[in-house]
């Protein structure tokens, strides 16, 4: 997984050698290092403070300077989350299971909304940036991304490609990953806008974001980024 720090500067990423990497884009060059032991995703707060972690073992949150552990967060076992997000202020997190929860993190170390009904497994997960949505999306079965109001606990919405999902800079648009192709929605409505498609035959696409200048962004099973 990969994800881009606020002013575009550092990008963190996880793997399946279970090493949680910091990287300066500007000179390449390796910030820091988060060791978690088992296949990770991981994300960058907005404030770019702090670092939350997701393995099989555990949800932890660290001190992106100090690479220290702050602290963890319990799922009922066996369930890990195979995907984060980070409220827009950065106080709350949002964690995916593979039990299909959705589940809101606040303070403390539990759960202070959960939100069922979901694909389950959830395979993808984000916060709108507003902060008054958020989305999962599944890969088993059919691939589909479900929206829900964080306020009163409703979907609000549903589409196709549920490998990874992003909402755009306005909150207004979901940008989806379905097959190799990244699609771009239209919530209000549930229409589909456009599609974009790598046509210079790169890897397989395992993950869609977007940037803080609305640019979109793709991650593909070989580790290479494609704006």
């Known amino acids: ?22 990287w300066d884009l500007r000179t390449g060059r390796l910030l ?5 032991g088992t296949y990770t995703v991981a994300r960058l707060s907005p404030d ?19 690479a220290t552990k702050l602290r963890t967060f319990v799922l009922p076992r066996p369930v890990w989350a195979p995907c984060l997000a980070f409220s827009p202020q950065g106080g709350h997190l949002l964690t995916g299971g593979t039990d299909g929860v959705l589940r809101v993190w606040g303070a403390t170390s539990l759960p202070v909304l959960e939100l069922r009904g979901a694909p389950q497994p959830i395979a993808s997960c984000a916060w709108s940036p507003d902060g008054s949505l958020v ?18 606990g ?31 929605w239209e919530l209000r409505r549930g229409t589909q806008l456009r ?8 890897s397989i696409l395992v993950q869609c974001g977007v940037a803080p200048d609305g640019e979109l962004m793709a991650a593909d099973a070989a580790g290479t980024i494609h704006l």
Do not use: I, M, N
């Open 1 to 22: 997984t990969c994800d881009l720090s606020a002013d575009g500067a550092e990008l963190l990423t996880g793997a399946v050698d279970g090493v949680v990497k910091l």
């Open 48 to 66: 770019g403070q702090q670092v939350v972690t997701s393995s099989t073992r555990e949800v932890a949150l660290w001190d992106r300077a100090t």
């Open 154 to 184: 409703q979907r609000v919405a549903q589409v196709k490609g549920g490998k990874s999902c992003a909402f755009s800079a306005d909150g207004k648009e979901l940008v989806t990953l379905e097959d190799d192709e990244l699609v771009e």
């Open 195 to 202: 599609t974009r498609k790598d046509e210079r035959g790169a």
């Open 32 to 36: 820091r290092v988060y060791p978690t």
């Open 135 to 152: 989305a999962a999306g599944q890969t088993q079965g059919e691939d589909q991304v479900v929206v829900w109001s964080v306020q009163t």
